[in-house]
């Protein structure tokens, strides 16, 4: 089974400020996706950003982008020039490229950007 | 209406009711889930429809109940819940639940209460 885990429960950046969140895997599969998700204050779960296993090239999305170490299992997220809009919990997500589309994910980081 | 709609958003029932939520999803999709988000634990996947078939059920407890009658809408039907059961319950739906490209879209979640 698939772990995932997330070490930094709460962080705050301020604003136009650049934070790197933290998360790290477990897992014996070769083949496999890693994805970051946002969920902002009392609204809906929306993808950031999502990286192949098989992809050295580190995924980038605008001001988001992540650092994908496969030999370490770590795959962290850096927002560029933080936005108060960016305030949300963010989860880091698994999926097994042979298990279909099932996402294990982490326990969340609370992320505040201040004025 | 569009994207993924949940119902209701907010329940408060007690552990000898009956009640069932809903999600429907507008996007043309193939695949729905079944997510329940705890306070003190990581998204855990509940259950998975792809073409109305199940093709997953994570060990759920039979108190709850999920029901495909179409590719749009699913249901999850509860009765004789535990206090342990108050949680988010988010829906999503992606192309079919066979391509890990697929994205998952969510929907707002039902805040449940069990008193």
């Known amino acids: 089974a698939q772990t995932v885990t997330q070490s930094q429960p709460e962080m705050s950046v301020q604003e136009a400020e650049t934070v790197t969140l933290s998360c790290t895997y477990d897992t014996s599969e070769n083949n496999y996706y890693l994805f970051w998700y946002k969920q902002p204050p009392s609204r809906q779960m929306i993808l950031v950003i999502r990286q192949e296993a098989y992809k050295q090239q580190n995924a980038t999305e605008n001001r988001f982008s992540v650092n994908f170490q496969k030999a370490a299992k770590s795959f962290s997220l850096k927002i560029s020039d933080s936005q108060l809009g960016d305030t949300a919990m963010y989860f880091c997500?698994?999926?097994?490229?042979?298990?279909?589309?099932?996402?294990?994910f982490g326990g969340g980081t609370r992320l505040m950007v201040k004025p | 209406e569009t994207g993924v709609t949940q119902t209701p958003r907010h329940l408060v029932m007690g552990m000898t009711n009956k009640k069932s939520l809903k999600c429907e999803q507008h996007?043309?999709?193939?695949?729905m889930y079944w997510y329940k988000q705890s306070a003190k634990k990581p998204l855990e996947l509940m259950f998975v429809?792809?073409?109305?078939?199940?093709?997953e059920n994570n060990s759920v407890p039979s108190r709850f109940s999920p029901e495909c009658p179409n590719s749009s809408h699913l249901f999850l039907h509860l009765h004789t819940l535990q206090p342990e059961d108050s949680a988010l319950y988010l829906c999503a739906s992606s192309q079919d639940s066979g391509d890990p490209y697929n994205e998952q879209f969510f929907g707002p979640g039902t805040r449940l209460t069990v008193l």
């Open positions: 429809y792809n073409f109305k078939e199940q093709t």
């Open positions: 996007l043309g999709h193939n695949a």
């Open positions: 997500a698994f999926m097994n490229n042979n298990a279909g589309n099932m996402l294990t």
